[in-house]
């Protein structure tokens, strides 16, 4: 007498479970998003920092953004080329929404990809998101 | 001094170079991220179907009784259903407890001498909370990283994540687990290294599977926290993987290979070391067998055939003579 049964039973399951994300991905449609840039930003040309920069680091950037702003008060940001930015999330017009302009066309594009939902928006308004 | 611990962190040390080096001075981006992670998966998924099939042969041949709590017996005598039950469903909630909580580690006792005279033994709790802390971390990590194989990612994902990172500390938000995942490997390795016992009967294959788990650990902690990379590209990367069009983003910065390679080492490993326990504790003979001995014969399948003659065929042979010689008998 053995447990054979009962035990590639089990193994089948895991095996299942192991491989879920193939199985899954048969059913969902997938593609890599790609951000649009607004025409505002296309004709700016360059981002706060480097592309390379922006893509892996832009949230550790808004996080000093966000210090300097509510403890120094310091509102003015000066890259490494000299180029100035208003140290803000979405206000005025040099600022992350004031140049990409949409926040679902831009960050969301990429955020729902990699499941990040930021808090952010708890607080900051976007103001074009309204429909 | 058992220095065995040298031998495995020389090895994950010279994993880690072996993922850097290929990276970045061969640009061996193909190796390390397809062939690799596929050669793994295949290693892992062949390695474990083939051991849990070769233990599914080992006999079962009887019940082991000799759990820790009262049988069923007597109705005013009460039974402990959870640690000797006499059903399925006591058997399920006692493998349920086991496996998601470690109760027989729980149990754990030390044994020393007082004061150099005197034997005692204690509880040890320490070895239950980290152990029980890395495997939920390790649990909840793995989970998560759904997000990577995933497209749309599954809401219970999503709510994972949200309540991992439920402090929100800095950008991007910490992990828990990743950190709890970090803290309970290091505490296992120092209680092997400290404990004068431990470190007796600790072996390269012990020390191993703690350090490559700390390296892959590490390497995604350094990952998210400091050496930024393209997530949304390493998404892509394992995207490609699990809908079998691999891609190899140019973005992809060699951190992310050092992680997918240290992981790729603890599959391919894996089914033919101690981790194996992961499948083996399901197979516990002292836990998931109903102790019902008393309700049903377990006729061992091997046994020769025995000849039997009951004291019903006896008697039904020698009534006559029996009844003449005056012995009492059963049946008239
Ligand atoms: C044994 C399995 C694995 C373990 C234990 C593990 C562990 C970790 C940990 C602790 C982190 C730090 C952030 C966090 O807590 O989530 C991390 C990050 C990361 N891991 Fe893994 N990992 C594993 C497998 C993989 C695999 C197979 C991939 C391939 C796609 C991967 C890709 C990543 C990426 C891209 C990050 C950075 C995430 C971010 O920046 O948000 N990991 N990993």
């Known amino acids: ?131 | 001094m058992n220095f065995k611990y040298l031998y495995s962190l020389i090895l994950v040390i010279a994993l880690f170079l072996i993922a850097y080096a290929g990276v970045e001075m061969a640009g061996m981006q193909f190796v390390f991220g397809i062939l690799v992670p596929y050669a793994a998966v295949v290693i892992f998924l062949w390695g474990f179907i083939s051991k849990i099939l070769c233990w599914a042969n080992s006999a079962v041949p009887f019940r082991i009784p000799t759990t820790a709590g009262q049988q069923k017996s007597l109705d005013w005598i009460r039974q402990n259903k959870i640690d000797n039950p006499s059903t399925t469903i006591g058997v399920v909630v006692r493998m349920a407890l086991e496996i998601l909580t470690f109760r027989s580690l729980f149990r754990n006792t030390k044994m020393a001498l007082h004061k150099g005279a005197k034997l005692i033994y204690s509880w040890e709790i320490w070895l239950w909370v980290g152990a029980l802390a890395f495997h939920w971390a390790f649990f909840t990590t793995v989970t998560r990283h759904l997000r990577f194989f995933t497209d749309p990612v599954p809401f219970p994902i999503t709510l994972l994540e949200k309540a991992d990172s439920f402090f929100q500390v800095g950008l991007p938000l910490v992990f828990q687990s990743g950190i709890v995942l970090l803290a309970a490997l290091l505490f296992l390795f120092l209680r092997r290294l400290l404990e004068p016992q431990v470190r007796y009967i600790s072996l390269a294959a012990d020390y191993f599977p703690l350090f490559l788990l700390i390296g892959i650990a590490l390497s995604g902690i350094l990952m998210r926290y400091f050496i930024k990379t393209d997530v949304v590209a390493a998404k892509e990367l394992a995207m490609g993987l699990v809908t079998f069009q691999p891609c190899i983003p140019e973005t992809v910065g060699s951190i992310f290979y050092i992680h997918l390679f240290l992981v790729s080492t603890l599959l391919a490993y894996f089914p033919f070391s101690k981790l194996m326990h992961f499948g083996g504790v399901f197979l516990s003979p002292t836990r998931n067998q109903a102790n019902n001995t008393r309700m049903q014969r377990h006729v061992n399948p091997w046994n020769y055939p025995v000849n039997t003659h009951t004291y019903e065929e006896y008697e039904d042979e020698f009534r006559e003579k029996m009844i003449d010689a005056g012995l009492p008998v059963d049946k008239e």
Request: charged share 25%; aromatic share 10%; with cysteine.
């Open chain 1, 1 to 131: 007498m053995n447990d054979k049964k009962k035990i590639i039973t089990g193994l089948a399951i895991f095996l299942f479970l192991f491989t879920l994300p193939i199985w899954y991905n048969l059913v969902s449609a997938t593609s890599a998003p790609e951000p649009e840039l607004s025409a505002k930003a296309k004709a700016a040309k360059t981002c706060v920092r480097s592309k390379e920069y922006m893509v892996a680091e832009h949230m550790q950037l808004l996080d000093v953004w966000r210090d300097t702003v509510v403890r120094t008060g310091e509102r003015t940001y000066t890259n490494p080329d000299g180029k100035q930015f208003n140290m803000s999330l979405s206000t005025g017009e040099n600022s992350c929404i004031g140049c990409h302009v949409s926040k679902a066309d831009f960050c969301d594009k990429c955020h729902n990809y990699a499941s990040v939902n930021p808090y952010c928006w708890d607080c900051h308004i976007d103001p074009k998101e309204k429909k």
